[in-house]
């Protein structure tokens, strides 16, 4: 019921800053959180940040202060910017979101596809 597509991965060296761009699309569903998640080859997927429709947000504690998320809630977008990357930081970095049809329902999650961020000098 809701489509995400990302954008913004590619290859930059240690220290370096790249903006990963997620797009949602849906004709019927409210979206109440959206947010970042990743994973490492041979790692379980983690919590990135997540920025809900209040604008309140959240991040791992090993992002805070390098990894900056925010949200244009009128087209449904929500933007990574990361910063003073670190080769940990290589991951595919997937987009989703929360949503639901009506305020009686419960929220159902919903994935992009995910888009490759590597950090290699």
């Known amino acids: 019921q809701v489509q995400l597509v990302e954008s913004g991965g590619g290859l930059v060296q240690p220290g370096g800053s790249l903006r990963l761009s997620c797009a949602a699309s849906?004709?019927?569903?409210?979206?109440?959180?959206m947010g970042w998640h990743r994973q490492a080859p041979g790692k379980q997927r983690e919590l990135v940040a997540t920025i809900t429709s209040g604008g309140s947000t959240d991040y791992a504690d090993s992002e805070k202060g390098r990894f900056t998320i925010s949200r244009d809630g009128a087209k449904n977008m929500v933007y990574l910017q990361m910063n003073s990357l670190k080769p940990e930081d290589t991951a595919v970095y997937y987009c989703?979101?929360?949503?639901?049809?009506?305020?009686?329902?419960?929220?159902?999650?919903?994935w992009g596809q995910g888009t490759q961020v590597t950090v290699s000098s």
């Open positions: 849906t004709s019927d569903f409210r979206i109440n959180v």
């Open positions: 989703y979101c929360q949503a639901r049809r009506t305020v009686y329902e419960r929220s159902y999650e919903y």
